[in-house]
């Protein structure tokens, strides 16, 4: 059984964690084939949007647990930086827009690939635990600025200290996801998220999500300088004059990606 499955689905390259017996934990094996199912979708000029999501009864569990991943010791760096790391960077650096689909738990640096996605819909038996504290560890995972963005310093110290879980109606109230649906609502809604998304100007997507990215922390002179410079390439773009043309024809537009 493959540890990760790639289908992809109109213009959605559809990923799915598929160790259900583990709660999908991140292993060797499942991290690799992870990160090439991403590298796959990103390559895949038919793939416009990723979406993440996971078999069975939850998300993803975190990194998988065992005596070699305890005796590490301080190698555990290397072992993150060929795994969770790249992972991550790939998926928030990607062009490409990423929807994350939470069926059940996402625990430890499940949380940070929960996370990793541009829109985060979770079903309503979802949870987001940071459960490194329990086990004498710390953040991994990009966790430890992704949660803070979201809900705030005070809020992500709880999260982290206590290691206590945050259901889905909470992540939701609180501003760590975008919505939440009933269980067996959530891959339906989840595609439907991600088609709207690949039917978007690809262009101005990628744009937008690296302005996200990288104005949170930039002086307010360099973020409008980058707005501008991106606007500047936005309106050169065919997609821009069928958007402007649709809105005066009072009809949907057709993006090319031109």
């Known amino acids: 059984?493959?540890?990760?499955?790639?289908?992809?689905?109109?213009?959605?390259?559809?990923?799915?964690?598929?160790?259900?017996?583990?709660y999908n934990a991140l292993g060797p094996q499942m991290s690799a084939d992870l990160l090439k199912a991403v590298d796959d979708a990103i390559a895949d000029d038919?793939?416009?949007?990723?979406?993440?999501?996971?078999?069975?009864?939850?998300?993803?569990?975190?990194?998988?647990?065992?005596?070699?991943?305890?005796?590490?010791?301080?190698?555990?760096?290397?072992?993150?930086?060929?795994?969770?790391?790249?992972?991550?960077?790939?998926?928030?650096?990607?062009?490409?827009?990423?929807?994350?689909?939470?069926?059940?738990?996402?625990a430890g640096a499940g949380v940070g690939l929960a996370l990793a996605g541009d829109i985060v819909i979770a079903g309503t038996s979802a949870q987001f635990i940071l459960s490194f504290v329990r086990l004498g560890a710390t953040l991994d995972g990009a966790t430890s600025a992704i949660i803070q963005r979201a809900i705030g310093p005070f809020r992500a110290r709880g999260m982290a200290m206590l290691g206590e879980p945050l259901r889905a109606a909470e992540a939701e109230a609180c501003g760590l996801v975008w919505k939440t649906v009933a269980d067996d609502a959530l891959l339906g809604e989840a595609l439907r998220l991600a088609t709207r998304l690949a039917d978007g100007p690809p262009a101005a997507m990628a744009m937008i999500k690296r302005q996200i990215?990288?104005?949170?922390?930039?002086?307010?002179?360099?973020?409008?300088?980058?707005?501008?410079?991106?606007?500047?390439?936005?309106?050169?773009?065919?997609?821009?004059?069928?958007?402007?043309?649709?809105?005066?024809?009072?009809?949907?537009?057709?993006?090319?990606?031109?």
């Open 1 to 22: 059984m493959a540890h990760v499955t790639l289908e992809v689905v109109g213009k959605v390259g559809v990923i799915t964690l598929n160790t259900p017996e583990t």
């Open 213 to 258: 990215e990288e104005c949170w922390a930039m002086p307010l002179a360099d973020v409008l300088a980058l707005e501008a410079g991106n606007q500047a390439k936005a309106f050169v773009t065919a997609d821009l004059r069928e958007g402007a043309t649709a809105f005066v024809e009072k009809r949907a537009p057709r993006f090319t990606g031109r």
């Open 46 to 106: 038919r793939i416009r949007v990723l979406l993440i999501t996971g078999a069975g009864k939850g998300f993803c569990s975190g990194a998988q647990m065992g005596e070699d991943i305890f005796a590490s010791g301080g190698n555990i760096a290397a072992m993150m930086d060929a795994t969770i790391t790249p992972l991550i960077v790939r998926l928030r650096t990607s062009d490409k827009p990423v929807v994350t689909a939470i069926n059940g738990p996402a």
